[in-house]
């Protein structure tokens, strides 16, 4: 038998809020992203992969609290996370967030682009040169009512 599992607005409020908020779990520092070439890997769980183009720190807290985005809700990055210098050149394809515990496995990844691309993370300029200050544009978690 098929499972058709269907949540409410208010669920995916708090399963939404439940994600972002693993980013400030720990004592030490911040959360922080890693942005790196290509595609991302099959899971989180997956080593990374790619080449690492930067590293970026959330603020503490990461994320805004999830609105409703009529169906499922959405949370924001707050501020306008940066780096000053891009440790490695290439264009960005996707990122993975990690908390302030830093352990190996990632909370969520996600793909990244430019601008207005759509892309979970959008960046000021994904062709990234060595030593380029990188920003953070657009970030956000969207966690669907089905």
Known sequence: MAADMRISNVVAAIMCNGIVDQIDNGTAGTGKCEIRTGAPPATVETA???????????????????????????????????????????????YRTYDRVTTPVGVWQDTAGAAASGEGMELSNVNIALGQAVSITTMTVLQPET
């Open 48 to 94: 990374a992969s790619g080449t690492l183009l930067t590293s970026i720190n959330f603020q503490n807290p990461a994320f805004g609290a999830a609105a409703d985005q009529a169906p499922g809700s959405q949370a924001a990055v707050l501020g306008t996370p940066s780096n000053t210098s891009a440790t490695a050149a290439g264009t960005a394809g996707h």
